[in-house]
């Protein structure tokens, strides 16, 4: 019976500590559909238009642009990056490229996946797709690892014939990401994301009577951080579902303990002494 009850207790504490990490696994619930997806893109780093994960966007452009897009990404994720380009009806063979910027501007590897596609002459579309390296939460300075923060994505075409540049192009692009949960976690966390400022904000100016128009947009322009970040906020680096695993295996080292202790201890001293006849 004691055996039982031990294996019962360890098996119920295995249970315990399998469903918390399941559940961080699971990925964050999407945007409602009552957000409306953006229908443009930026056209350099500073104007990127940000997306949430798990919603598409789209834009509608000429060949031979430049299309940027920006969005987070928080540590432990896996993110996946796709994109499909609509051509016209008539062109000649088109190469097609994504890239994938982090915070600073570093240009992101692409574990694998189709970074770049040559369209035939003729064909309606081309896809694309970039799968990235896990987010860490912390990295050498000299490292180039993907960190949480802000990440840009730059669609264009490489390879275009001058004759179909300026050929009206229609683009869907969408990131999705993948927990990777506590195998990919380490020591160590960011004191903040990687989130530069994106944009220029014109305030109004509280000076009265001041200088000319040129002296009023140089003082009432600043450059301001992006608002974009994941639905449950930025993670804190420190968390992750190791703290549940090594938990639960420090629970059932004691518990095999305590059944060792309990197979080998022997008979012991009976309690009560009968008085001798």
Not at 11 to 29: E, Q, Y
Request: some cysteine.
């Amino acid at each position: 019976m004691r055996i039982t009850r031990v294996v019962s207790a360890a098996l119920l504490t295995l249970g315990l500590a399998a469903g918390p990490a399941a559940a961080d696994s699971t990925p964050s619930a999407s945007p409602s559909d009552g957000d409306a997806a953006p229908t443009s893109a930026g056209t350099s780093f500073r104007t990127a238009t940000e997306i949430d994960q798990g919603r598409t966007a789209t834009a509608n452009a000429s060949a031979g642009d430049y299309l940027y897009w920006s969005f987070p990404a928080d540590t432990g994720q896996r993110p996946t990056v796709k994109a499909t380009v609509k051509l016209p009806a008539e062109h000649a063979a088109q190469t097609w490229q994504i890239d994938v910027y982090d915070g600073l501007r570093r240009r992101q590897a692409c574990q694998h996946g189709a970074q770049t596609r040559t369209a035939a002459a003729g064909t309606e579309s081309v896809e694309l797709a970039c799968v990235l390296r896990t987010v860490r939460a912390w990295s050498e300075p000299w490292a180039d690892d993907p960190l949480p923060g802000t990440y840009y994505l730059r669609l264009t075409a490489v390879g275009v014939r001058t004759a179909d540049l300026g050929q009206p192009v229609a683009a869907e692009v969408r990131v999705e990401s993948k927990d990777m949960g506590g195998a990919a976690a380490v020591d160590g966390r960011l004191a903040e994301p990687l989130i530069p400022g994106v944009a220029m904000e014109r305030r109004q100016d509280e000076n009265e009577n001041g200088a000319g128009a040129e002296a009023e947009e140089e003082s009432g322009a600043s450059a301001v951080l992006s608002a974009i970040e994941p639905d449950d906020g930025w993670s804190s680096g420190w968390w992750s579902d190791r703290w549940v695993w090594t938990a639960s295996g420090a629970v059932l080292a004691a518990l095999a303990g305590i059944g060792g202790y309990a197979l080998t201890r022997g008979p012991g001293r009976p309690r009560h002494v009968p008085p001798n006849v």
